[in-house]
C-alpha cells in the first residue's frame, strides 16, 4: 500500500488493485481515532477522482443558539448524512415547515436554513388578509472547533433578503447527551 494524502485524523492509504479495460481499481482505506473503513473505487484510467471521504458533523444533533438583535432562541437541529438540516423543538416562534442544507470543508461551515411560518386568520370582513404564509431564509457561517471530546461551530447568520450580517450563533454537539 501506498500513503496518498493525510487529512487532520484520517489517513488516505490508496493501492491500485488492478487495471482492466482502461479503468483503474483503487483500494481506499480511510482510518482515523474512531473508525476503520475500506471501499474500492473503479474509474477510467483518465479520470481523477475527488471523493468526499469523511466530515467531523454529518450524522450529529446540535443545538442551534440564534443571538439575532437582542432576541436569542435554542433550535434542536439534525446535520443528516447527505448535507441536509433537520430542524427540531425550538423555543423560538414554531414555523410550519423548515428545510435546510450545510456544507464543510478545511474547518469552515455553511448552513442555509428557510423556516417558513403561517399566519394570520380566516377573513371575515372583506378588508381582512386571512391566512398566509411567508418565509425567512438565514446563512450560518462559522468554524469548527473541538470542545473536549465535542465539535462546537461559532459564526455569524446573514439575513439572505438583506445580505448583511443580522447576528451570531453558536452550534454545540450534544449527540453524545442523547445516546
Known sequence: MEKRGICKELLILNSLVAQVSGYSVFLLSLLSLQFVTS?????PS???????LSSSVAGKHFQLEELEDKETCTTDIFLTEDMKVEV????GPP???????????????????ERIFGAGRGAVESTDLGEFEYS?????KGEITEVGNNLAI????????????VGYFNLIDTSSELK
Open 39 to 43: 471501499f474500492v473505487v473503479l474509474a
Open 46 to 52: 483518465f479520470t481523477r477522482c475527488n471523493i468526499a
Open 88 to 91: 427540531g423543538e425550538t423555543n
Open 95 to 113: 414555523p410550519s415547515k423548515s428545510i435546510g442544507t450545510w456544507e464543510e470543508g478545511d474547518g469552515s461551515f455553511k448552513m442555509v436554513i
Open 136 to 140: 425567512v431564509t438565514r446563512t450560518f
Open 154 to 165: 461559532t459564526g455569524t447568520i446573514t439575513c439572505n433578503k438583506l445580505d448583511s450580517e
